[in-house]
């Protein structure tokens, strides 16, 4: 199984999410500043570059030409370990999203998923759950008590969302009786039911709307997005956990940042959205190119990159979106809908989820 | 007071030793005393004096228990700069400038209720036409503090786009000071007994339709705040100051408003033109973060449409007092007259007299009543010159109104008092 073949094509798949991941955080911080002044009736950044866009690269050669001053009361080894535990985890989990179903080259498969494990979706909540240790040393090892808030409340809203978001998917995990996001993926697109000359595809989010809301809400939570950006809480607790960093630490946090909500935006998309599922009116344009053989095939892939992509990058903007529109809530406001209202919702839903698969519904 | 001895162990057989063979030194007792804000066994967190959410240069020191306030004590000072002090040691026209830098976000208000406390010393009489500009003027200033002040405590809250929304209203709104006096922010616009300088020609239209726009912006800012769930989660029930505690602590203005004690000096000592015109004064009943919110909103209304009539009603005319003690005389007679500018050099290089006695005046500004008790002893300069700012009074508040709250109300709290740290320090 692990020959040329099996180390070629599995290495090109890690080089081109590598790629991917590391162009999200400047993409995304250049989205967040535009889209922010497009909200707030500003213009954002539009010197360097054509509108702006090599504003992040250089916003990236500042963070690295800056002094990398560590701050004498820090713990130094926990402090320089912080922002590399948050980024790796960040990194790794996207390895399991398939990003196109498969194509055959030389009479063998090659799937798009950098990695197809069985255990899917458990990994990505085991690996997404890493994270949390890096913000907990981070705030430790600066030796600051806002940055120690940081860390705590963001233990605490990780463990708590943690569980809401962990039995929200339950249900799709029920539906299509698999934690491997290829088969979830590949279960999306059996035709729910037929609306005229419409195929309402069997999205997730069709079966199952409560646990999207709650699995998109939770999301926020883990990403530490407002309204749910305790941990840094600007105005309340200066900066969080990463009072203490500057320089190219800081902007590790940054990319942590960014990556894991580009992973929460591809598994949402994947779990309730079909994941590479062409959008509608794909595939009447595939049709319509009239191309056959390999080149048909290799547009189809194409395409399902494009419909993915598009997905993810709707959910990025609202990621931002939401950002700049809602106030931010306080702690013991975080932790009552976590576990007053989402939790035993979650629950709800599971049971009826597994009344419907019982009765046959679903 | 509660105590709690603590048990230090033999450490080399693990063996505890009786009470009474410990060494004297190893008899700690830690006291608990509730009242101690610097009881060692909490964490204490300063809170400023360059922490982003306090305005201007405040601190506050708070014992936290988990994320609550047990105990906190706040400090102000930090930018103290000695006005009261200067302004006896600077002419009355010569202190118009101090003003500005008492609630930098209201200039005019300030310049503009110094102007009138020494004209009531005087006796000086200022003509219909700058008793309307400066009713607009002040009107125009309470918009533009109060779209700060709400503004700020969104950003404070997390909601950055409305501040943003308001802020640009605000620079519009600046946008028509600067025509009439050159400055946006530090103003200097009003005299003793007059303007600085007269509004342009058709003025009055610009202000009008800058009303009508920012009454837009104000449904919209409205529209996405006020019903917001997570709002009014934040803001409603928080930080409560109740009447009583405001009477106690003499909070006036917009945050004794919020409470439901009906005090507006427009209303109660009118002064200006404000019996000509037509306005409410919107009252809370809590006396919360939100009531205080909502009060402020209201009062941006209110204003807008006291502009409004004021534009309606201003008439052409003359900006001076025709009182020869205060009259700055004209370019024309100073350049082309001898007399004329022996008035002028005795003017600014000595100022003018003013009669003695003492006055305490007080107006309503954005925060609440702005007093300047002036005691002349006849002298070109004051004898005494003391500035009541509101913000005083609503600072020593702000430690009863957090004490068991969250940290993240504390943030709240301080935005919806509007503590002004210009008016507060002085």
């Known amino acids: 199984m692990m020959d040329d073949f099996w180390w070629i094509t599995t290495g090109l798949k890690v080089l081109f999410v590598l790629i991917v991941l590391l162009q999200v955080t400047p993409i995304m911080v250049w989205v967040e500043r535009r889209g922010s002044a497009l909200i707030q009736n500003r213009l954002g950044p539009n010197r360097v570059g054509p509108l702006g866009l090599i504003q992040s690269l250089a916003d990236a050669l500042k963070f690295i030409f800056k002094e990398d001053r560590v701050p004498g009361h820090a713990y130094k080894f926990y402090y320089f370990l912080a922002p590399l535990i948050s980024l790796i985890p960040a990194f790794m989990t996207f390895a399991v999203v398939p990003f196109a179903s498969s194509i055959m080259i030389d009479g063998r498969e090659v799937v798009f998923q950098a990695a197809e494990m069985n255990v899917g979706l458990l990994y990505i909540f085991a690996i997404a759950s890493l994270g949390v240790y890096g913000i907990i040393m981070a705030g430790w090892a600066s030796n600051n008590k806002y940055a120690l808030f940081g860390s705590l409340r963001s233990t605490a809203q990780m463990i708590s969302y943690e569980l809401s978001m962990g039995l929200s998917i339950v249900g799709i995990l029920m539906v299509f009786s698999s934690v491997e996001l290829g088969e979830i993926a590949r279960g999306q697109g059996e035709i729910l039911f037929q609306l005229g000359p419409f ?83 794909m595939p009447l344009i595939l049709d319509s190119l009239g191309f056959t053989g390999m080149t048909h095939e290799w547009t189809r892939v194409l395409f399902e990159h494009l419909s993915f992509g598009m997905k993810v990058a709707f959910f990025m903007w609202l990621f931002v979106w939401v950002r700049w529109t809602l106030p931010r809530f306080r702690y013991d406001q975080l932790m009552d809908i976590g576990w007053k209202f989402m939790l035993p919702l979650s629950l709800v839903n599971i049971f009826v989820t597994g009344m419907m698969i019982y009765w046959g519904v679903l | 007071m509660n105590s709690k001895t603590v048990e230090i162990k033999d450490r080399k057989n693990m063996k505890p030793l009786d009470e009474a063979q410990w060494p004297s030194q190893f008899n700690l007792t830690v006291d608990h005393d509730p009242d101690d804000l610097w009881d060692d066994s909490r964490i204490i967190v300063n809170i400023g004096p ?10 506050v020191v708070a014992r936290l228990n988990g994320e609550i306030i047990e105990k906190s004590y706040s400090e102000f000072g930090y930018t103290h700069r000695a006005k009261e002090k200067l302004g006896e040691h600077r002419t009355y026209h010569q202190f118009i400038v101090y003003t500005d830098r008492l609630n930098y976000c209201s200039a005019l208000m300030n310049n503009i209720a110094y102007a009138m406390s020494v004209e009531r010393l005087m006796g000086v009489e200022v003509p219909t036409r700058a008793v309307w ?35 640009h209203q605000r620079e519009e709104a600046y946008t028509l000071i600067e025509k009439l006096c050159g400055a946006r922010l530090t103003t200097s616009y009003a005299r003793i007994g007059g303007m600085a300088y007269d509004a342009p020609e058709g003025w009055e239209k610009e202000v009008k339709a800058w009303v009508e726009r920012t009454r837009e912006v104000i449904d919209e800012m409205n529209v996405l705040l006020t019903d917001n769930k997570i709002w009014r989660k934040r803001t409603e029930g928080v930080a409560v100051f109740d009447q009583q505690s405001c009477m106690d602590y003499s909070f006036t203005g917009p945050n004794a408003r919020a409470a439901g004690i009906d005090v507006d000096l427009r209303k109660a000592q009118p002064y200006l033109y404000y019996s000509d015109v037509e306005f409410d004064v919107p009252l809370g009943q809590n006396g919360d973060c939100f009531d ?19 534009a309606d009603r201003i008439q052409k005319g003359p900006i001076w007092s025709e009182d020869k003690r205060v009259r700055i005389p004209d370019k024309e007679v100073v350049h082309n007259t001898m007399e004329g500018l022996i008035h002028h050099f005795k003017f600014f290089m000595t100022g003018f007299q003013v009669p003695p006695g003492e006055a305490y005046s007080a107006f309503e500004a954005t925060n609440g009543e702005l007093g300047f008790y002036i005691s ?49 320090d002085r």
Request: hydrophobic share 50%.
């Open chain 1, 199 to 281: 195929a309402i595809q069997k999205w997730g989010v069709f079966i199952q709307p409560v646990g999207f809301f709650i699995f998109l809400t939770s999301v926020f939570a883990e990403t530490n997005r407002l309204p749910f950006d305790l941990p840094e809480g600007e105005s309340e607790i200066v900066a969080g956990y990463h009072l203490e960093y500057g320089s190219m630490k800081m902007a590790l946090f940054f990319m942590a940042e960014y990556v894991n909500m580009f992973t929460g935006a591809a598994v949402v998309s994947t779990l309730f959205f079909g994941g590479w599922q062409m959008l509608p009116g």
């Open chain 2, 50 to 59: 360059t922490h982003p959410a306090m305005h201007g240069a405040l601190r």
């Open chain 2, 133 to 167: 500009l400066r009713m607009m003027c002040m009107e125009i200033a309470r918009v533009i503090d109060h779209f700060i002040c709400i503004g700020i405590n969104a950003v404070d809250l997390g909601a950055f786009s409305y501040f943003l929304y308001g802020f």
């Open chain 2, 292 to 310: 205080r919110y909502m009060v402020r909103l209201e009062e941006i209304k209110q204003s807008l449409n006291i502009i409004s009539q004021c």
């Open chain 2, 376 to 424: 002349s002893k006849g002298d070109s300069m004051a004898h005494r010159m003391r500035i009541r700012g509101p913000s005083v009074s609503h600072f020593q508040g702000l430690n009863q109104m957090i004490e068991g709250s969250y940290i993240a109300d504390l943030v709240a709290a301080l935005g919806s008092i509007n503590i002004i740290a210009g008016e507060l």
